[in-house]
């Protein structure tokens, strides 16, 4: 029990460390580190930020279970914003109790909600929910939150959004005026914590790296493709790893049903999750993936959040993420307790800007990168196939074979009677024309445009409409085009073509300062580096 010194420490009962022990955690995470002897100590609120696969679970799973005694009442709720995470949640806390003999149940929907009736008459101790069912159990009275000591958002910054802000601060109205709330994220966007405030007194922040939200063992690419490559360049990727793991999202459940179902026809082990399928078949496709009879999940946002999948090496964004919190979670699938990761990120020159601003809030270093070539990917494949032979000749299993080989020999050339084996073996693994070409794009169109910068000056309520007209009014320039403009909160960019950029830089020099933005030629510098 040595290695578990660290979380003796910490005030965790030997009953609790012997299960740690049965888990494989040696040490506790820093946020785990800073939350269990807070907890233990003192009756707490917490709102508790730190990086995607870092313990936030057994951070609040632990100090329950060292504080709760069995009794059959609801004393914790855990809301979780997918049914997913409600059973994984369950499940970490129920492998972490040890001896203690507490009661914890999921109810979501999509699932009988007589068994968990019957379930929770029984008697609960830790109720672990998605909103949605949570209130309909309260409305049906057959969940009392009226003993509840521990109040728990999981994802908290989701929870507390638009889509569950409703349901939850109704769930929160069941519950005692004295209950501890507690709330956790890798994200909490600072109107998520005000918002936060408003229900809690005596509360405590606690961050873990806040200036840095995703993790270091993740690689953070990106690749800028046509949306019609896009397929063509996740084949690549998929084939140029040894051990392709990974988890593949897109934005619409159409989309991934479209990606999974292609590459089910190009040969892979691929499966499709999202909101649309029955829970019976969520659940047993996460379970299929999470035990690695499939190698690749393509997935809407529902798999975004908490989802914890052991040894993931890839997280691809086939389409770009809404915004930055998304980004950070879905890439947060992949480099967890401590292993190594890749995410990966598809880019179209339109969506270029959208990148930016996502890298600027999550202030992450994403690097672009070339996509695989045909010709490594299949040089990648030659050795595989390499290795392979060679485990087999190392290992001395082929005697059955060795008198056909002997015939063989003697009948044909060496080198043709190997290169038929091998294509008995691997078919046309080989083959180049399994692979379609790219077109190479790039979000700055050297030919004939250029991006020009726009500062706001004074002018702070700048839209891009105003801007249109203002660039009409002073250059007589009609119909202007301006491509891929957004507004952000103190500058943007705008492509335009070449000789219009110079016209309107000339006529915006001459204006006064003051009334309007200013407009300069944007330097590529910073661009090229990336
Ligand atoms: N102290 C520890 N030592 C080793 N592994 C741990 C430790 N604490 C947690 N883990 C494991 O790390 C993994 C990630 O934990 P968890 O899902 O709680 O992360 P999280 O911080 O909630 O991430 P996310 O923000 O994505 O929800 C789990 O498999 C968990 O069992
Ligand atoms: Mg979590």
């Known amino acids: 029990m040595v290695k578990l010194e660290k979380f003796r420490e910490l005030g965790l009962s030997e009953g609790t460390l012997k299960a740690l ?100 008459k029984k008697g609960v101790d830790i109720v672990v929910g998605t909103p949605g069912r949570v209130l309909d159990h309260i409305r049906r009275r057959t969940l009392n939150l009226s003993y509840v000591k521990y109040f728990i958002l999981d994802e908290a910054d989701e929870m507390l959004d638009m889509g569950f802000i409703d349901d939850v601060e109704e769930i929160l109205s069941n519950a005692p005026a004295d209950r501890q709330i507690l709330l956790f994220s890798a994200t909490m966007p600072s109107r998520i914590i005000s918002l936060a405030k408003k229900h809690m007194k005596n509360y405590k922040i606690i961050s873990v790296k806040p200036e840095q939200l995703t993790t270091e063992l993740t690689e953070q690419i990106y690749f800028e493709v046509s949306e019609q490559d896009k397929f063509e360049a996740l084949c690549r990727i998929i084939d140029i790893e040894p051990e392709f793991y990974g988890l593949v999202f897109c934005r619409t459940k159409v989309d991934v049903d479209t990606v999974s179902n292609r590459l089910i026809d190009r040969g892979y082990n691929a499966e499709a999750l999202h909101g649309d399928l029955s829970q019976y078949q969520r659940e047993r496709i996460l379970k299929k993936f999470k035990s690695k009879r499939a190698n690749i999940l393509v997935a809407t946002d529902v798999a975004a959040r908490g989802i914890d999948i ?133 979000s700055v169109d050297k030919k004939g445009k250029t991006r020009l910068f726009v500062a706001l000056g004074r002018d702070d309520d700048l839209t891009i409409e105003k801007l249109k007209n203002m660039i009409k009014e002073y250059t007589n320039i009609q119909n202007i085009y301006l491509k891929d403009v957004r507004i952000l909160d103190k500058f943007s960019f705008m492509t335009v073509p070449f000789e219009e950029a110079e016209i309107i830089l000339q006529a915006f020099k001459k204006k006064k300062r003051g009334r309007k933005p200013i407009i300069s030629k944007a330097k590529e510098k910073k661009r090229k580096a990336d």
């Open 310 to 442: 052991n040894d993931l090496t890839h997280v691809i964004n086939y389409s770009l993420p809404q915004n930055p919190e998304s980004y950070v979670h879905r890439i947060g699938r992949t480099g967890r307790a401590g292993k190594e990761g890749t995410a990966i990120t598809f880019v179209t020159p339109e969506e270029y800007r959208k990148l930016l601003f996502i890298k600027r809030i999550s202030k992450s270093n994403i690097k672009k990168m070339p996509i695989p070539k045909v010709k490594d990917v299949i040089e990648t494949k030659k050795l595989r196939i390499k290795n392979e032979i060679n485990s087999i000749l190392e290992h001395g299993t082929y005697e059955n074979y060795m008198s056909l080989a002997k015939e063989m020999l003697e009948d044909h050339d060496p080198q043709e009677v190997m290169a038929a084996v091998l294509k008995y073996a691997f078919q046309d693994e080989l083959d180049e024309r399994n692979y379609r070409e790219i077109k190479e794009v790039s």
């Open 21 to 120: 022990k049965k888990k494989g955690f040696e040490e506790p995470t820093p946020i785990q580190e800073k939350v269990i002897p807070l907890l233990l100590a003192q009756d707490v609120d917490i709102i508790g930020q730190a990086q995607t696969g870092t313990g936030k679970t057994a951070a609040f799973g632990l100090p329950l279970i060292e504080k709760l005694k069995p009794s059959k009442k609801v004393k914790a709720i855990i809301l979780t914003p997918t049914r997913e995470l409600a059973v994984q949640v369950a499940e970490e806390i129920n492998s972490l109790k040890g001896s203690n003999k507490l009661n914890v149940l999921p109810i979501y929907g999509g699932q009988s909600i007589e068994n968990q009736i019957s379930r929770l």
